[in-house]
């Protein structure tokens, strides 16, 4: 029996996972921050090194089960298939991302999955573009790839909800005061 938390944050560039991954691991006690950024082979070679990755991810967080250590998530495959849905990757992650989907449902653990997002999609431009945030060259973060982003994360979590009653799914806005976002995901999550 679970003795654990499982989160795991997704959304778009710009949406504020990092605020919101930063609060939980300073208030959450006893929990593990793990921030990911996929595979840069965006060819068709790249769907065995994600599908590899994430399998070995979901290995490490099994063999993590029952230690009464919560482990929070910046990313995991659900952005690998966001990308892959979005035309981004040259190859379909569908197939290993609903067998991922599959064994990450079954995890010894409570099971969150947080869609932070924007219902004013206009904050974008501003959270993207501010001067204090790190941008590697890279990774430049573009107003139009997060909306889009953010659609597509939207469309995921409701068939996560669909499909798996064990994994606990909230849309949580993060253009509201950051005090009631916070109160949100103490109720959410139960701390």
Request: proline share 1%; aromatic share 12%; charged share 30%.
């Given at each position: 029996?679970?003795?654990?938390?499982?989160?795991?944050?997704?959304?778009?560039?710009?949406?504020?996972?990092?605020?919101?991954?930063?609060?939980?691991?300073?208030?959450?006690?006893?929990?593990?921050?793990?921030?990911?950024?996929?595979?840069?082979?965006?060819?068709?070679?790249?769907?065995?090194?994600?599908?590899?990755?994430?399998?070995?991810?979901?290995?490490?967080?099994?063999?993590?089960?029952?230690?009464?250590?919560?482990?929070?998530?910046?990313?995991?495959?659900?952005?690998?298939?966001?990308?892959?849905?979005?035309?981004?990757?040259?190859?379909?992650?569908?197939?290993?991302?609903?067998?991922?989907?599959?064994?990450?449902s079954k995890l010894d653990f409570d099971i969150y999955y947080i869609t932070v997002y924007l219902r004013n999609t206009l904050l974008y431009e501003d959270r993207i573009l501010r001067k204090d945030k790190a941008v590697p060259e890279y990774a430049k973060f573009?107003?139009?790839?997060?909306?889009?982003?953010?659609?597509?994360?939207?469309?995921?979590?409701?068939?996560?909800?669909?499909?798996?009653?064990?994994?606990?799914?909230?849309?949580?806005?993060?253009?509201?005061?950051?005090?009631?976002?916070?109160?949100?995901?103490?109720?959410?999550?139960?701390?």
């Open positions: 029996m679970a003795n654990s938390k499982l989160i795991v944050i997704e959304g778009a560039q710009g949406a504020g996972k990092t605020t919101i991954t930063d609060y939980l691991r300073h208030t959450l006690k006893y929990t593990n921050l793990y921030r990911l950024c996929g595979t840069s082979d965006s060819s068709p070679t790249g769907l065995k090194k994600a599908t590899d990755m994430y399998n070995n991810l979901l290995d490490y967080i099994t063999s993590m089960e029952n230690e009464s250590i919560n482990l929070l998530f910046d990313r995991t495959f659900f952005s690998e298939e966001n990308y892959s849905r979005l035309g981004f990757k040259e190859y379909s992650f569908s197939e290993s991302y609903n067998k991922l989907l599959e064994r990450f573009k107003v139009d790839s997060s909306i889009n982003q953010q659609k597509v994360y939207l469309e995921m979590a409701e068939e996560i909800k669909e499909k798996y009653s064990n994994i606990k799914c909230m849309e949580l806005s993060t253009d509201e005061d950051f005090e009631l976002t916070k109160q949100k995901l103490k109720d959410f999550i139960g701390f």
